[in-house]
């Protein structure tokens, strides 16, 4: 229940701050707004579909890669101290945010892809 509020707060982000997730991409990046709208399309996905019994063990594997997928993102950001989420306080930032991002990735792969 808990990995469904994180990815459904986190995916409202999406919609909600469209034009400060969208600075979070690579000005060079083509799509960059629909690429933001998809993520929070599919991180609401992954809300729902962790909350569904027979659907726990590929979405927790889908989310775990995500999670991994989503990490250059925030090393870009951080680097380019993009105004947003932390990210303005530079490499310093990734000091925080990896660790949570991998105890996001072990909490998922404990509850939802090794139990799941």
């Known amino acids: 229940m808990g990995i ?3 990815f459904a707060f986190t995916a409202m982000g999406h919609f909600v701050k469209l034009e400060e997730m969208t600075a979070m991409l690579p000005a060079t990046m083509p799509a960059r707004r629909a690429i933001v709208i998809a993520s929070g399309l599919l991180e609401f996905a992954f809300a729902a579909g962790i909350l569904l ?9 889908a ?6 997928l989503a990490t250059p993102v925030n090393v870009y950001s951080a680097l380019k101290r993009v105004g947003f ?3 303005a ?3 310093r930032y990734l000091l925080v945010r990896m660790p949570l ?3 996001l990735l072990t ?3 404990w509850f939802a892809v090794r139990s799941g």
């Open 4 to 6: 469904a509020a994180v």
């Open 53 to 61: 019994p027979t659907l726990v063990r590929p979405t927790g594997i």
């Open 63 to 68: 989310i775990c890669c995500f999670l991994v």
């Open 85 to 87: 989420g932390g990210h």
């Open 89 to 91: 306080t530079g490499p």
């Open 101 to 103: 991002q991998l105890v």
């Open 107 to 109: 909490w998922t792969f």
